[in-house]
Nanobody, 123 residues
């Protein structure tokens, strides 16, 4: 089992920045792929970004490329999502997820999920 707890969400103006964190506990974190997904009201859960256990392989959704950065610190069992130049369409609940062994952009491939953190981009 891997337990995931997200933090760092909130209200931010368009063009602003937020950094989300996801703290993991339980089974070994360092060998799991970590992903971020988001879900807006009435919409499906969409892929945002994922990072391999080593941090070498990274994948982003086209909608966030150049604005969001995923990273991880295996010593702290934590994965981060730095979000810059936020837009109103980024408003959603953001979820952290874990899977083994390779990166996937499909939510159904992930075995463990956090409870989510709300991000609202509004003036």
């Amino acid at each position: 089992q891997v337990q995931l707890v997200e933090s760092g969400g909130g209200l931010v103006q368009p063009g602003g920045s937020l950094r989300l964190s996801c703290a993991a506990s339980g089974r070994s974190f360092s060998n799991h792929v970590m992903g971020w997904f988001r879900q807006a009201p009435g919409k499906e859960r969409d892929f945002v970004a994922a990072i391999s256990w080593s941090g070498i392989s990274i994948s982003y959704a086209d909608s966030v490329k150049g604005r969001f950065t995923i990273s991880r610190d295996n010593a702290k069992s934590t994965v981060y999502l730095q979000m810059n130049n936020l837009k109103p369409e980024d408003t959603a609940v953001y979820y952290c997820a874990a899977r083994f062994p390779v990166i996937s952009s499909k939510a159904y491939d992930y075995d463990y999920w956090g409870q989510g953190t709300q991000v609202t981009v509004s003036s």
